[in-house]
């Protein structure tokens, strides 16, 4: 897909792709470090780590979009 960018978009195109998945993916093995510390600190059993971070997720998802429709709510 990076390349498709590139060959269409132009080089600069090209390399916004790149930089930014790097850095997304980046961020996102670092969310695996905080959720692997947190759940070392709290000592979650190891049988309940998936239930914990499904709900997390969730909850994760849901607030944001109740973020998002208040900060329209705001700008409107």
Request: aromatic share 18%.
């Amino acid at each position: 897909f990076n390349a498709w960018i590139f060959f269409e978009g132009g080089k600069q195109k090209g390399y916004e792709f790149l930089v930014g998945y790097l850095l997304e993916l980046s961020l996102s093995v670092d969310n695996l470090f905080v959720f692997l510390l947190i759940m070392g600190h709290f000592a979650v059993p190891r049988q309940y780590q998936h239930r914990a971070l499904f709900w997390g997720i969730l909850a994760a998802i849901i607030l944001r979009g109740v973020m998002i429709g208040f900060g329209i709510g705001l700008i409107n």
